[in-house]
Structure formats: structure tokens, C-alpha cells
């Protein structure tokens, strides 16, 4: 199946475009979806606890299935006060 990934914010930069298109197994979850997209733009786990995940514009965690043609949004959360 395939997914597209949006990236927005820092991801966008580390990734250097706004979006890729990952193939992956029928079995898949953002986790997976996750490792796949490593192997494409390098290391994302030491962000990966201030990032929000959306599936087809819907609050996801690294858990949730995927099916084929879902858009996923991964979002960097920025905190300060």
C-alpha cells in the first residue's frame, strides 16, 4: 500500500520538501510508517515525544492502523512560556 506523509514545521526542514510518498506493508501503523520514513530522511526518535500524529486529519498515535491513500500529518509540538 502506499501512504503520503506531510511533514510540517521542523520535519519539513530536516526532510527538506513538504511531503513523501512511502510504500508499505498491508499490516502497517505509524510506528512502522515511522522506521520506513527513517530509512528515507535519517533519525526522528529523538523528537518523536514532542510530535502529534494525524491520519487522514485525525488525532493518531504510534499505534494506529494505516490503510492505502491515508494522509498522514506529522506535526512538531513546540512549548515555551
Known sequence: ?????????????????????????????????????EQKIGDLSSKMAQTAFMVNQKQASPETPLKDKDEIYLLYLIGGG
Open 1 to 37: 500500500m502506499e501512504v503520503l506523509v506531510k511533514f510540517f514545521s521542523y520535519y519539513r526542514l530536516i526532510a527538506g520538501r513538504e511531503q513523501i510518498t512511502l510504500s508499505l506493508p498491508e499490516n502497517a501503523t505509524v510506528a512502522s510508517m515511522i522506521n520506513e520514513l
